[in-house]
C-alpha cells in the first residue's frame, strides 16, 4: 500500500492557532497604538484651552480691564475645588466654589458663570465650539484665589489661578480624564 505524504490535522490546527495567535497580537498593538493616539490628541487640545484661559487672564491684567477688577473683587475663592480622580463635578459644585470662564461674545471678553454656562463635554473638556454662537463651557473651569504673600508693606498681591478640565475620555473606560494648573498672577 501506498503512503500520501500529508498534513495531519493536528499540524494543520498547530499552524492555523499560531497564525491567529500573531493575528490576534497585530490587531491587539494597533488598537492601543490607536487609544494612545487619541488619548494625547485630547490632552493637546485640552491644554491648549487651559493655556488660553489663563493667557486671557494676563491679558485682562495687563490692560488694566474692569473685568480685571470684577475678576479679583467678585470671582475670589478661599475653597478651590481639587479634581477627583473618580468624577467630574457638577456645575453646582463648580458654582459653590467660585467657578468661571472667560468666553467671547460679539467679539467681547465677558466671564461667564460656570453654573449657567457649563455642561459635560461631549468629546473633550473646552470653551466653546465649532458653532460661533455656542459660548458654554464644556468640562474647563477657572477657580482664582487670593495668594498669601506676606502681610509686610512691601508685599505684592498676588493671585493664583486654577484652571481645571474634566471629561470622558474615549481612551479611559470607568474614570474621567482630568488635567489643572495653576498659574500666579501678580497684580500691577
Known amino acids: 500500500m501506498k503512503r500520501l505524504r500529508g498534513d495531519t490535522i493536528i499540524e494543520l490546527m498547530l499552524a492555523f492557532s499560531i ?41 485682562l491684567r495687563d490692560t488694566s480691564s474692569p473685568l480685571w477688577d470684577t475678576l479679583v473683587t467678585s ?6 475645588a481639587p479634581l477627583s480622580p473618580s468624577t467630574c463635578p457638577s456645575a453646582s459644585d463648580i458654582r459653590d466654589n467660585g467657578g468661571f470662564f472667560v468666553g467671547q461674545q460679539g467679539g467681547s471678553l465677558i466671564i461667564r458663570s ?20 455656542d459660548t458654554a463651557s464644556h468640562g474647563l473651569w477657572v ?21 481645571h478640565a ?21 497684580d500691577k
Open 75 to 80: 470671582h475670589i475663592t478661599t475653597k478651590v
Open 19 to 59: 497564525f491567529s495567535l500573531a493575528a490576534v497580537s497585530t490587531i491587539a498593538i494597533m488598537n492601543r497604538g490607536a487609544a494612545m493616539s487619541q488619548q494625547s490628541l485630547e490632552v493637546s487640545l485640552v491644554r491648549a484651552q487651559m493655556d488660553g484661559q489663563a493667557e486671557t487672564i494676563r491679558y
Open 166 to 186: 474634566c471629561w470622558d475620555s474615549l481612551v479611559t473606560d470607568s474614570v474621567p480624564a482630568t488635567l489643572g494648573t495653576i498659574v500666579r498672577i501678580y
Open 114 to 133: 460656570a453654573e449657567s454656562d457649563f455642561s459635560a463635554p461631549a468629546t473633550y473638556a473646552r470653551i466653546g465650539s465649532e458653532d460661533v454662537s
Open 143 to 163: 477657580q482664582i484665589a487670593k495668594s498669601d504673600t506676606g502681610s509686610d508693606s512691601h508685599s505684592i498681591t498676588a493671585y493664583d489661578v486654577y484652571v
